[in-house]
């Protein structure tokens, strides 16, 4: 969509709802459940191409730190936010979410956490407890997976984890929840399911993918790459509705 969010909408009109505004409205609801004031600040840890960082400070004129580790979304993000006249309330920066330091009132982490690896998900979690002040909190969506199967995820090798997504896992809720226990003094307030509302972003991506195939050539990728990029949406979109 316009705002190039590549996470979860939230369709909460029905099926027949733009993508846009369910975009927004996963963007308005991360701005509610966090509170957020022109007196907020606030770290977004995965930056993506910088849309929710414009949302939120828009609408709430809080103050943005946004980091991420790849210097093309870091530009964009950048020339987004100077076209939006935003300069003044949101940082992007380039640094590793392990290498932070400094606190903020509130964390935000839309779908960074699977890229992680699971042999650093206690290192996640600790250091975004350790970046938020005492009365901090913290908004994390995460694609995760069954508890009983998390174990088969660690050390599998699937389509999307060799092709898509090399090196990246699944958390589990149990999973997440012992990180949780272990290394932070976080405890879990508030959460919602978006199964149905990713199996429907997923299938709004694949027709809007579909659409475009004609432009595909011309910026370099071949037969190969859609087959396999039309697949990726379809499985998963599949594992979403089939839970």
Known sequence: DSSMNYS???YREGPEQSLESAQTAKMDQIADRLDLSPETRLLEIGTGWGGLAVHLARRSGCHITTTTISREQADLARRRVKAAGLEDRIEVIETDYRDLTGTWDRLVSIEMIEAVGWRDFPTYFGQCSSLL?????????AITIDDDAYEVEKASRSFISRYIFPGGCLPSMAEISRCLA???DLTITWKDELRLDYAHTLAEWRNRFNAATSQ???LGYDERFRRMWVMYLSL????????
Do not use: I, N, Y
């Open 8 to 10: 979860a909408a939230l």
């Open 133 to 141: 002040k005492p009365d901090g909190s913290m908004l994390l969506q």
């Open 182 to 184: 272990r290394v932070t």
């Open 216 to 218: 595909l050539q011309q």
């Open 236 to 243: 998963a979109e599949a594992g979403f509705r089939s839970g």
